[in-house]
């Protein structure tokens, strides 16, 4: 019944693409996801679809900003410097705080 029901439905995706990915790259890529909030698939289709990527701006989001952006002081403050990945994220992070507050004022 299971297969029947699986013909009767047409997907529009119906391709399936993995890849590997070394450790840090899975890492950024997840922190990426999760401060989205979207999926990872939808996340990947929208990057490789436009320059930017659209996400869902709601209280959570905000929440997963604050913890980042507090976790990333805290390293700054330790440290005096950031990694690279860290970097990335921070530049993420505020690519990302402009595009909601271009939202807002639309």
Do not use: P
Request: aromatic share 8%; hydrophobic share 35%.
């Amino acid at each position: 019944m299971n297969n029947e029901r699986k013909k009767q439905v047409k997907r529009k995706r119906n391709k399936i693409i993995s890849f590997r990915a070394t450790e840090k790259e899975a890492d950024l890529l997840d922190k990426k996801v999760e401060l989205s909030g979207l999926s990872k698939q939808d996340y990947i289709i929208s990057s490789l679809i436009s320059s930017t990527v659209s996400i869902k701006a709601d209280y959570r989001l905000e929440d997963k900003f604050a913890l980042e952006i507090f976790r990333l002081a805290k390293l700054v403050k330790k440290y005096g410097r950031l990694e690279e990945k860290d970097q990335e994220i921070l530049s993420f992070l505020i690519e990302m705080y402009y595009e909601i507050k271009k939202e807002k004022s639309l």
